[in-house]
C-alpha cells in the first residue's frame, strides 16, 4: 500500500500550508522549515499578474485562473507582498466565478495576512478594498445577507478603489435581501449603467425562492448523531470537504490522542471563514502533500467549536510517519499558541472532546499526549508543537487535575 500520506519525507503536515501564507515566524512551526528559493517581485510576474487581471476583468475566467493558480503556487515565495496579494486575490475571484466560494474564502485570508505587511498606506487600503467585496460576494454566494451588505459597505468607504457601479448594485441588492426598501431604492438610484447584464443575472439568482440549503445548521452533527454521549461536533459537510481518496488504512485499535496547533495565525470565530480556512487546509494536505484527505481527525477553533476532520475509521497523517500515526487520533486547535493559551471555550471543548474520546475507546489519560511529546519519545526528531500552553494543559489534563489557569 502506498505510504504517501504518512509523511515520512517531510514530517510536519501544516508546513506547507504555512509557509504558503508566508509567514516569518517559522520557530513556531509544527516543525522547521525546509529551504527554498524566494521570488522577488520581478517585472515578468508584475506583468503577467497584470495581464491576468485584465482577463478577469474582460470575463476570460478560465484563462486568467490558469495563470493565477500557477503563481499562487509560488506566492509563497514572493517577498513582494503586495503582488502576492494581488495574486491572491485574482485566484479569489476566479474561484468564486468558478462556484468554489469556500476555496475563495480561503484565498482571501491569506491575501488579508500579505495584506497587513504592506507598508504603503494607500497599496494597502486599495488592496483591503478588493478583499472586503470579495468577502461580500463569498457572503453572498453562500447567502450571509447580511455579512455581505457589511464587506460591501467596507469596501465602499475606500472611494475609488473599486466600480462604483457594481458596488452600488451589491448594496442595492444586499439590502432588499434584508428588506431595506427604502435603502435598497437609494443605492439603486446611484447606478449610473443599470443595464448591465451581469446585474441582472445576480438580481435573479438571488431573489429567486433559494434552492434547498446544503446543511442546515440546526442539522445534528453527524457524529453527534451517532453518539449521544459525543459532544457537539460539526460534520465534514459543514465545511464543504472534498471525498477522502482511497489511499489511506483503518485505525486500528485507537489507543492514544495527539493534540497539535495549526501554527497558523487564525483567530476568527465566524463560522463560514473557520469553514473556508478548514477546507483551505484539506486542500493543501490532499494537493501539496497529496496525502487521502485532511491529516487531523478533529479541529477546534478559537471559539471552541469542534469540526470532523478525517473520519475517525481511517488513520490519520498529522504524528510524523506510518507508525506514530496507527491508533492514533490526531486533535488540531486552530491558530498559532506558540506564545498565547486556549481560550476558555476551547479548554472546556477540547476537555470534553478529550474525556468523550477516552470513554469511548478505552483510552488512558496517560495517553494523551501533545506532538512533540510523541515525536520526541520516538526518536523522531523535535518539534514545537503545540506550543508551551497548550502542552501544559494536556500535562494537566493528564494528571487529573482540570483546574486550569489562564493563557
Ligand atoms: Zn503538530
Same mark, same amino acid.
Given at each position: 500500500?502506498?505510504?504517501?500520506?504518512?509523511?515520512? %519525507?517531510?514530517?510536519?503536515?501544516?508546513?506547507?500550508?504555512?509557509?504558503?501564507?508566508?509567514?516569518?515566524?517559522?520557530?513556531?512551526?509544527?516543525?522547521?522549515?525546509?529551504?527554498?528559493?524566494?521570488?522577488?517581485?520581478?517585472?515578468?510576474?508584475?506583468?503577467?499578474?497584470?495581464?491576468?487581471?485584465?482577463?478577469?476583468?474582460?470575463?476570460?475566467?478560465?484563462?486568467?485562473?490558469?495563470? @493565477?493558480?500557477?503563481?499562487?503556487?509560488?506566492?509563497?515565495?514572493?517577498?513582494?507582498?503586495?503582488?502576492?496579494?494581488?495574486?491572491?486575490?485574482?485566484?479569489?475571484?476566479? %474561484?468564486?466565478?468558478? &462556484?468554489?466560494?469556500?476555496?475563495? &474564502?480561503?484565498?482571501?485570508?491569506?491575501?488579508?495576512?500579505?495584506?497587513?505587511?504592506?507598508?504603503?498606506?494607500?497599496?494597502?487600503?486599495?488592496?483591503? !478594498? %478588493?478583499?472586503?467585496?470579495?468577502?461580500?460576494?463569498?457572503?453572498?454566494?453562500?447567502?450571509?445577507? *447580511?455579512? !455581505?451588505?457589511?464587506?460591501?459597505?467596507?469596501?465602499?468607504?475606500?472611494?475609488?478603489?473599486?466600480?462604483?457601479?457594481?458596488?452600488?448594485?451589491?448594496?442595492?441588492?444586499?439590502?432588499?435581501?434584508?428588506?431595506? =426598501?427604502?435603502?435598497?431604492?437609494?443605492?439603486?438610484?446611484?447606478?449610473?449603467?443599470?443595464?448591465?447584464?451581469? @446585474?441582472? /443575472?445576480?438580481?435573479?439568482?438571488? =431573489?429567486?425562492?433559494?434552492?434547498?440549503?446544503?446543511? +442546515?445548521?440546526?442539522?445534528? $452533527?453527524?457524529?453527534?448523531? $451517532?453518539?449521544?454521549?459525543?459532544?457537539?461536533?460539526?460534520?465534514?459537510?459543514?465545511? *464543504?470537504?472534498?471525498?477522502?481518496?482511497?489511499?489511506?488504512?483503518?485505525?486500528?485499535?485507537?489507543?492514544?490522542?495527539?493534540?497539535?496547533?495549526?501554527?497558523?495565525?487564525?483567530?476568527?470565530?465566524? /463560522?463560514?471563514?473557520?469553514?473556508?480556512?478548514?477546507?483551505?487546509?484539506?486542500?493543501?494536505?490532499?494537493?501539496? #502533500?497529496?496525502?487521502?484527505?485532511?491529516?487531523?481527525?478533529?479541529?477546534?477553533?478559537?471559539? &471552541?467549536?469542534?469540526?470532523?476532520? #478525517?473520519?475517525?475509521?481511517?488513520?490519520?497523517?498529522?504524528?510524523?510517519?506510518?507508525?506514530?500515526?496507527?491508533?492514533?487520533? &490526531?486533535?488540531?486547535?486552530?491558530?498559532?499558541?506558540?506564545?498565547?493559551?486556549?481560550?476558555?471555550?476551547?479548554? +472546556? +471543548?477540547?476537555?470534553?472532546?478529550?474525556?468523550?474520546?477516552?470513554?469511548?475507546?478505552?483510552?488512558? $489519560?496517560?495517553?494523551?499526549?501533545?506532538?512533540?511529546?510523541?515525536?520526541?519519545? *520516538?526518536?523522531?526528531?523535535?518539534?514545537?508543537?503545540?506550543?508551551?500552553?497548550? =502542552?501544559?494543559?494536556?500535562?494537566?489534563? %493528564?494528571?487529573?487535575?482540570?483546574?486550569?489557569?489562564?493563557?
Amino acid at each position: 500500500m502506498a505510504r504517501r500520506r504518512s509523511s515520512k %519525507r517531510r514530517p510536519s503536515p501544516l508546513l506547507v500550508f504555512f509557509v504558503l501564507i508566508g509567514i516569518a515566524h517559522v520557530t513556531s512551526s509544527c516543525s522547521s522549515p525546509g529551504g527554498g528559493p524566494t521570488i522577488s517581485g520581478n517585472t515578468d510576474t508584475r506583468l503577467e499578474v497584470s495581464r491576468a487581471e485584465s482577463d478577469l476583468g474582460r470575463g476570460n475566467v478560465a484563462q486568467a485562473a490558469a495563470v @493565477f493558480d500557477k503563481l499562487a503556487g509560488r506566492a509563497m515565495t514572493l517577498t513582494d507582498h503586495q503582488l502576492a496579494a494581488r495574486v491572491l486575490l485574482g485566484r479569489a475571484e476566479c %474561484r468564486l466565478r468558478q &462556484g468554489d466560494p469556500s476555496a475563495a &474564502g480561503e484565498d482571501l485570508l491569506r491575501a488579508d495576512t500579505r495584506n497587513r505587511q504592506i507598508t504603503n498606506a494607500g497599496e494597502k487600503r486599495s488592496i483591503d !478594498a %478588493r478583499i472586503a467585496f470579495l468577502n461580500g460576494e463569498v457572503d453572498l454566494e453562500q447567502r450571509d445577507w *447580511n455579512g !455581505a451588505h457589511t464587506h460591501y459597505k467596507r469596501a465602499a468607504e475606500v472611494p475609488g478603489a473599486l466600480d462604483a457601479d457594481r458596488l452600488n448594485h451589491r448594496l442595492a441588492l444586499t439590502a432588499k435581501l434584508l428588506n431595506r =426598501t427604502a435603502e435598497a431604492s437609494s443605492y439603486r438610484a446611484r447606478i449610473r449603467n443599470p443595464s448591465r447584464s451581469e @446585474f441582472a /443575472t445576480l438580481d435573479a439568482r438571488f =431573489t429567486a425562492p433559494p434552492p434547498q440549503p446544503k446543511t +442546515s445548521s440546526s442539522a445534528p $452533527a453527524a457524529v453527534a448523531a $451517532a453518539d449521544p454521549s459525543a459532544p457537539p461536533i460539526l460534520p465534514r459537510a459543514k465545511w *464543504n470537504a472534498r471525498a477522502a481518496t482511497w489511499d489511506k488504512d483503518p485505525i486500528g485499535k485507537i489507543w492514544r490522542v495527539t493534540v497539535h496547533h495549526s501554527a497558523t495565525p487564525f483567530d476568527s470565530t465566524d /463560522t463560514a471563514m473557520t469553514a473556508a480556512h478548514i477546507s483551505g487546509i484539506q486542500r493543501t494536505h490532499q494537493g501539496d #502533500r497529496g496525502w487521502a484527505d485532511i491529516g487531523y481527525h478533529f479541529l477546534v477553533d478559537r471559539a &471552541g467549536r469542534i469540526w470532523e476532520g #478525517r473520519e475517525l475509521r481511517w488513520q490519520g497523517a498529522h504524528a510524523g510517519n506510518h507508525e506514530l500515526n496507527a491508533g492514533n487520533v &490526531g486533535i488540531c486547535v486552530l491558530g498559532d499558541y506558540s506564545s498565547r493559551g486556549l481560550s476558555s471555550a476551547q479548554e +472546556s +471543548s477540547l476537555t470534553r472532546l478529550l474525556d468523550w474520546l477516552r470513554k469511548k475507546n478505552g483510552v488512558a $489519560a496517560g495517553n494523551v499526549f501533545t506532538h512533540r511529546e510523541v515525536r520526541e519519545h *520516538n526518536d523522531h526528531g523535535s518539534s514545537e508543537c503545540p506550543g508551551p500552553k497548550i =502542552t501544559a494543559f494536556v500535562k494537566r489534563y %493528564r494528571s487529573g487535575s482540570k483546574a486550569v489557569a489562564k493563557g
